[in-house]
């Protein structure tokens, strides 16, 4: 079961959020939205927003470059296993907390709120408990990476990152003798993946990237009778005439 779960299902939760997201793209693509339901309330959205977005995004920064980046680049830049290990128990518990208060903010919201409540679907009702859950338990892993500030605790969890993501047999191996609240956290992560194309999440893959280097003014065809245009803006050369205008 070990070697299933840590082994195998990886491969199964990464190529079902991979290809799910994809057919749902392709197939439902007005349904990929974050849902929000800021218009229903305000109260408690804008800070719980951002401060579990904030945190997430910390979090999820944090555990791609931590586990991901090879062991020798740390060695070459001087930083030592321990330290690794404690700036991951620092910005990780800051941002933990960050995230776990917003995040308790919106599911507040979310189950108490009549209107909220009346227009939230399983999915994302489930998908918040899910990452709350998965919060709480990278939380709790704080205290036992404390008896271990050697660091070689975080070394194996970097060897089987890499090992899956690299296609290596025995990954599962790294980290048999963990603690099972390192498991618990490394299990319901794969399972949010696993869950991640029938969620509200997919909204992540939707990153308005492009913003940033889009025109500066936003050209509009104007109505008979409207204003004109205000100077310096150029008119479009074929402007489309609805029926009736």
Same mark, same amino acid.
């Given at each position: 079961?070990?070697?299933?779960?840590?082994?195998?299902?990886?491969?199964?939760?990464?190529?079902?959020?991979?290809?799910?997201?994809?057919?749902?793209?392709?197939?439902?693509?007005?349904?990929?939205?974050?849902?929000?339901?800021?218009?229903?309330?305000?109260?408690?959205?804008?800070?719980?927003?951002?401060?579990?977005?904030?945190?997430?995004?910390?979090? *999820?920064?944090?555990?791609? %470059?931590?586990?991901?980046?090879?062991?020798?680049?740390?060695?070459?830049?001087?930083?030592?296993?321990?330290?690794?290990?404690?700036?991951?128990?620092?910005?990780?518990? %800051?941002?933990?907390?960050?995230?776990?208060?917003?995040?308790?903010?919106?599911?507040?919201?979310?189950?108490?709120?009549?209107?909220?409540?009346?227009?939230?679907?399983?999915?994302?009702?489930?998908?918040?408990?899910?990452?709350?859950?998965?919060?709480?338990?990278?939380?709790?892993?704080?205290?036992?990476?404390?008896?271990?500030?050697?660091?070689?605790?975080?070394?194996?969890?970097?060897?089987?990152?890499?090992?899956?993501?690299?296609?290596?047999?025995?990954?599962?191996?790294?980290?048999?003798?963990?603690?099972?609240?390192?498991?618990?956290?490394?299990?319901?992560?794969?399972?949010?993946?696993?869950?991640?194309? *029938?969620?509200?999440?997919?909204?992540?893959?939707?990153?308005?990237?492009?913003?940033?280097?889009?025109?500066?003014?936003?050209?509009?065809?104007?109505?008979?009778?409207?204003?004109?245009?205000?100077?310096?803006?150029?008119?479009?050369?074929?402007?489309?005439?609805?029926?009736?205008?």
């Amino acid at each position: 079961m070990h070697n299933f779960i840590f082994g195998i299902y990886p491969y199964i939760a990464i190529t079902v959020m991979v290809m799910g997201s994809i057919a749902r793209y392709e197939r439902d693509p007005f349904t990929w939205k974050s849902r929000s339901s800021q218009l229903l309330r305000k109260r408690q959205f804008i800070v719980g927003s951002v401060l579990f977005h904030v945190g997430v995004l910390i979090i *999820f920064a944090g555990h791609l %470059v931590g586990l991901l980046t090879p062991i020798q680049v740390f060695d070459a830049l001087g930083v030592s296993h321990g330290a690794k290990q404690m700036l991951a128990i620092v910005a990780g518990g %800051v941002a933990g907390m960050m995230a776990l208060v917003g995040g308790a903010m919106l599911l507040h919201r979310r189950l108490f709120d009549p209107r909220i409540r009346a227009n939230s679907t399983l999915a994302d009702t489930g998908i918040m408990v899910l990452l709350m859950a998965q919060l709480l338990l990278g939380l709790a892993t704080i205290t036992v990476s404390f008896r271990n500030l050697d660091g070689a605790e975080m070394v194996k969890f970097m060897n089987w990152a890499q090992g899956i993501i690299y296609l290596r047999a025995g990954a599962a191996d790294y980290i048999t003798d963990v603690s099972w609240l390192f498991k618990a956290h490394i299990f319901l992560g794969l399972t949010i993946f696993l869950v991640f194309p *029938f969620t509200r999440l997919v909204h992540m893959f939707s990153a308005p990237v492009r913003y940033l280097w889009r025109p500066g003014y936003q050209i509009v065809r104007s109505r008979r009778g409207a204003r004109p245009a205000p100077t310096g803006l150029t008119p479009l050369a074929n402007p489309r005439v609805e029926p009736g205008e």
